[in-house]
């Protein structure tokens, strides 16, 4: 057991490896997150947390990015909009960019396994995004988003990831200069999850939702229904009332997610770049 209670930082980030924030959101309400880890390290009947040392942890995951939490000025204000899945805490490599980046966060997602079309209109949507002043933000993916992100560098404008695995490595495993190559040219890479987590489905639902939060719209390039993540970014940004934009369904069923969106009126249909960037303003 630690011999000197742990910090804000640390036990939030405790609390983060252990807990849904479900879970400890009406106690992290009324109660400061060193009581709430505390607590739960008292009365764990597996004893697992009381072996758990925050601010070592913390320290150790801190080689290889900072743990921001609610009351650090750089916290995205957005992710309030998810009530009680609001995040514990976010783990991120490039926070100082945070607030710049977050402001005017654009989400470019799609199939990872993508039609040529679809990556042809990635890139022209993603280009006028960035070059609107808006950060292209998406997965790092394969398909879609990685290509979001490769036309938004070209650009020479930021972007924003966010990953559903620990910041110690990419995923994909072989997108890791991609990954790296964000901060270094003044973005930044968020994920929900400390380093050494690795990605599982649970973690990129998690993370699709992280996404939906974080942006003040989607634009969604093609999407397979009810097996994409790009899906439940885009379901989840439209409950928040984020706009959806979905250029038109190209008739592969790899766009069937779009066509429905579009038919339940969750998405609104933007014909070309430019009417995207109409709908942003």
């Not at 992710?79 to 005017?104: F, K, M, N, Y």
């Not at 990635?122 to 490769?150: C, S």
């Not at 409950?239 to 066509?259: K, S, Y």
């Amino acid at each position: 057991m630690p011999s000197t209670a742990p910090s804000e930082r640390a036990a939030r980030a405790a609390l983060a490896a252990h807990f849904f924030p479900h879970q400890v959101a009406a106690q992290l309400t009324h109660h400061p997150a060193e009581e709430v880890w505390q607590y739960g390290a008292d009365h764990d009947s597996s004893g697992r947390l009381a072996q758990y040392n925050p601010s070592e942890e913390l320290a150790n995951a801190q080689l290889t990015c900072r743990f921001v939490i609610p009351s650090d000025d750089v916290w995205p204000a957005a992710l309030a909009d998810l009530g009680s899945d609001c995040p514990i805490g976010l783990w991120v490599r490039g926070h100082e960019q945070l607030p710049r980046l977050t402001a005017r966060a654009v989400a470019v997602t799609g199939n990872r396994a993508a039609t040529p079309e679809a990556i042809t209109r990635t890139k022209a949507y993603a280009t006028a995004v960035a070059e609107a002043g808006h950060t292209v933000t998406a997965t790092l993916a394969y398909g879609v988003d990685a290509a979001a992100h490769r036309a938004a560098a070209q650009t020479g404008h930021p972007t924003l990831a966010v990953l559903p695995r620990g910041l110690d490595r990419a995923h994909p495993h072989d997108h890791a200069q991609l990954l790296s190559s964000i901060p270094a040219s003044g973005g930044a890479v968020v994920s929900l999850f400390r380093p050494g987590t690795p990605a599982s489905g649970a973690t990129l639902r998690a993370s699709s939702t992280l996404l939906a939060s974080i942006v003040r719209a989607v634009v969604l390039v093609e999407a397979l229904d009810h097996a994409e993540a790009a899906m439940h970014t885009a379901e989840v940004a439209a409950d928040l009332n984020r706009p959806v934009l979905v250029p038109p369904p190209t008739g592969d069923v790899r766009a069937d997610g779009n066509v429905r969106l579009l038919a339940e009126q969750r998405a609104v249909l933007v014909p070309d770049p430019a009417h995207a960037l109409t709908a942003l303003r």
